[in-house]
């Protein structure tokens, strides 16, 4: 696609102004902490999958055009007065489309973009907004599954994994509930929960995503790649921490995502650099412990943004493997899209690219706030525990959500 073609998508999806914006701080995930009460958006873009085009090459190309060169991630960052840097988020289903595997279940929040890439420049330091007594109230939460048809699905994966078809698959489920009030306040405490390493908010028109997450998708500093990817889950209790390290279940599967980010890694690195730096470390995400093991590799040269996406989104722990085969199943069996979860979401300048995955994630449209959560499927899988699991993921996301 040649950057005219590009622009005229964009003039067509049509950026947003500064004026139209909620009057909150900036709170990007993964932005700079010194910066987030001096940017000021300046331009942005959105793209969904019915516009067409690539939406990689359209985010690296648009961010070209704007003074944030991310064409070569191993060249040196140079001094960018024009923009600070830029938000980016990506849909679990934007990256089912880079990988050829498009989704076909209805979206439970269109409103929200599927590519977005919001830049900023600094401008006057801001005070925080003065808290409002506005009143917030949040309706019941209604499952897009019920237990038995999410158990159902968990196993039928299993039957897939029994012919051979697959060998792990992840399974989401969504909920949603009617909310009065701004929901801005509510999406900014998740930002708060223990281990929310990607913790934030971002908004547009129509629609805001809160993030909790604590897993990294993908980070590209100075030429150096780094992927964490979480899979492995117990309650945060002593028993729970031994059951974890001790699971054959959950430590193979584990090491399943392992091996296929490794192979995501490959295919844009420099030949021989991929390194397993730390495995099945134990680490705590508000009740839960999980565990995450820490991959890295060095870029390939002439390595860019949009061949970066191509290989890593959307994420391995939350696909399966062999990962198109997994993203093949996952449109046959989820009864609606995942929306703002399981894709891209993080901050983005010359020279370093930190984006965290939309899990422990949450979005608002004008009617309702939604939710999701899952986990990976495997041949010992035991259907009402993984129904449990997923319950025991998205209760602190809800229990914020509503003020507890």
């Not at 007065?81 to 489309?97: E, I, M, N, T």
């Not at 917030?136 to 699905?153: D, F």
């Not at 998708?217 to 979480?230: D, K, N, S, V």
């Amino acid at each position: 696609m040649s950057y005219g073609k590009s622009t005229e998508r964009m003039r067509k999806i049509g950026p947003y102004g500064v004026e139209t914006l909620p009057q909150v701080l900036v709170d990007v995930p993964a932005a700079p902490p010194a910066c987030r009460d001096t940017l000021v958006e300046r331009t942005r873009l959105h793209w969904r999958r019915a516009d067409g085009g690539d939406p990689a090459l359209l985010a690296e190309e648009f961010l070209a055009a704007h003074g944030l060169d991310l064409r070569d991630l191993n060249r040196p960052a140079a001094h960018t007065p024009r923009a600070c840097g830029a938000a980016l988020y990506l849909s679990a289903a934007a990256g089912a489309h880079l990988a050829g595997v498009p989704t076909t279940a209805p979206e439970p929040a269109p409103t929200l973009p599927d590519l977005a890439v919001v830049i900023y420049d600094h401008g006057p330091t801001r005070a925080p907004a003065a808290p409002h007594d506005a009143p917030w109230w949040l309706g019941p939460w209604t499952e897009s599954w019920t237990p038995e048809q999410h158990a159902a699905a968990v196993d039928a994966v299993r039957a897939a994994i029994g012919r051979g078809d697959i060998y792990q698959t992840n399974l989401v489920g969504h909920a949603a509930a009617p909310y009065t009030g701004d929901p801005l306040p509510a999406l900014r405490r998740l930002g708060a929960l223990p281990g929310a390493r990607y913790g934030g908010v971002l908004t547009g028109e129509g629609w805001a995503i809160g993030c909790a997450s604590p897993e990294t998708l993908i980070e590209a500093h100075h030429g150096q790649l780094t992927t964490r990817p979480i899979k492995g889950t117990r309650p945060a209790t002593a028993t729970g921490h031994a059951e974890l390290l001790a699971s054959a279940k959950e430590r193979a599967e584990h090491i399943m995502i392992v091996d296929l980010e490794r192979n995501d890694l490959a295919r844009i690195a420099r030949t021989g650099t991929v390194t397993v730096d730390e495995l099945f470390a134990v680490r705590r995400w508000c009740d839960l412990w999980q565990a995450e093991s820490t991959i890295r590799a060095h870029a390939a040269d002439g390595l860019g943004l949009a061949d970066l996406l191509r290989a890593t989104c959307p994420g391995g722990s939350v696909t399966g493997a062999p990962k198109l085969a997994a993203l093949t199943h996952i449109a046959a069996a989820e009864p609606v899209g995942r929306g703002a979860s399981m894709g891209a979401l993080g901050w983005v300048t010359p020279g370093h690219v930190d984006l965290g995955l939309t899990i422990r994630t949450a979005a608002a449209d004008g009617d309702a706030l939604h939710t999701w959560a899952g986990g990976g499927i495997t041949w010992d899988s035991d259907p009402t525990a993984e129904v449990a699991e997923a319950a025991a993921k998205t209760t602190p996301v809800r229990a914020t959500l509503t003020g507890r």
